[in-house]
């Protein structure tokens, strides 16, 4: 509909977008079948189409019963088409699996899992999440996500991504799946609404970390840190005192006759960081969220132990810990903020 003015195609695809999502309820599993599989021409077979109509006119003016049979028989392959390629999609079967959280303007990955039981390979499926007319302005993926399998026989998983813009909840764009096989002629395609929402936490910013949060390199982490005495980690020895307990002896010291020395153990103690939303240099509440997620990320890669505060968070309220599992939790608890 690209040859009509925009004012006219845009409330029919409107109208046709409600119609297509009232057939297909949103689900993260779905079965392709006679309600929510649509068929029709192709833009080759439009011009099959064309040739159909041609030489059955031509057959009646002129009463030329091969240009009939001609007809008849382009009729026939153009049935076969038909019913070969609406099996060929219908009774597929799609399930999600799980969706990646990401940082906005990135990619998140949605896994599926493909289910035919169709004795019969499936060839030329081609899976696409669709954008809208705004979204593919701004998307470096030209517009969609899209993926061609070749041959499916039984249960193949697969991974879309799709393109990310802002911080918080992200409603996947509709699933199209369609295929042209074998001849190219029809067009069967079918939409999937899934329900599951995707989380996305914000772009992170660099800014300059302040006494708090000098520990920014592993170059900047302490040699040796600072430790406690314990029982972990053994740290030196010392000459034998008098009194001292025996068994923090090196017996294996005075064995080969080098005297006695006492074995010191120490426990470190944690360099642990606070990230505060407070603290956050920037003006505006989504760049001191960026800023955090720098920190955030940061710190997971380091495994230093930290903690981060949110606006709403009391003293108590927010968790410490660390690692790349840490991290995640803080990111999805930036990319849900208020």
């Known amino acids: 509909m690209s040859f009509l003015p925009k004012a006219l195609t845009v409330p029919i695809k409107s109208a046709l977008s409600r119609w297509f999502a009232s057939r297909a309820p949103k689900n993260d599993s779905a079965a392709l079948n006679l309600r929510n599989v649509y068929i029709f021409f192709s833009r080759e077979g439009l011009l ?21 049979g001609l007809c008849f028989y382009l009729v026939s392959v153009w049935l076969i088409s038909f019913h070969v390629t609406f099996a060929h999609i219908s009774g597929l079967q799609v399930r999600l699996l799980e969706v990646t959280m990401t940082e906005a303007g990135t990619p998140a990955l949605v896994t599926l899992q493909l289910n035919s039981e169709s004795r019969q390979p499936r060839r030329q499926l081609l899976f696409e999440f669709e954008q809208s007319a705004d979204q593919k302005g701004k998307s470096s993926t030209n517009g969609y996500s899209a993926m061609l399998i070749t041959k499916l026989q039984g249960e193949q998983i697969i991974r879309l991504p799709v393109q990310t813009y802002n911080r918080g909840q992200f409603e996947l764009p509709r699933l199209k799946i369609k295929t042209v096989y074998p001849l190219g002629i029809m067009r069967a395609w079918s939409y999937v609404y899934f329900a599951r929402k995707a989380w996305v936490y914000p772009k992170p910013e660099v800014f300059d970390w302040q006494v708090q949060y000098s520990v920014a390199s592993l170059e900047d982490l302490p040699t040796g840190g600072q430790y406690r005495q314990g029982q972990d980690d053994f ?19 005075v064995a080969r006759g080098q005297g006695m020395f006492t074995k010191h153990f120490a426990d470190p103690v944690g360099h642990e960081q606070t990230l505060d939303y407070a603290d956050m240099p920037a003006a ?3 760049q001191k969220l960026a800023q955090l997620t720098y920190g955030v990320m940061k710190l997971g890669e380091l495994g230093v132990t930290f903690h981060m505060r949110l606006p709403n968070d009391t003293h108590l309220a927010a968790p410490m810990g660390e690692g790349d599992s840490f991290a995640q939790a803080c990111l999805l608890r930036l990319a849900k903020a208020q």
């Open 235 to 253: 740290e030196r020895l010392d000459n034998y005192i008098e009194g001292e307990s025996l068994a923090r002896v090196s017996w294996g010291h």
């Open 284 to 286: 505006h509440h989504e």
């Open 48 to 68: 099959f189409a064309v040739l159909l109509v041609i030489t059955f006119i031509a057959g009646i003016n002129y009463g030329n019963n091969l240009v009939l």
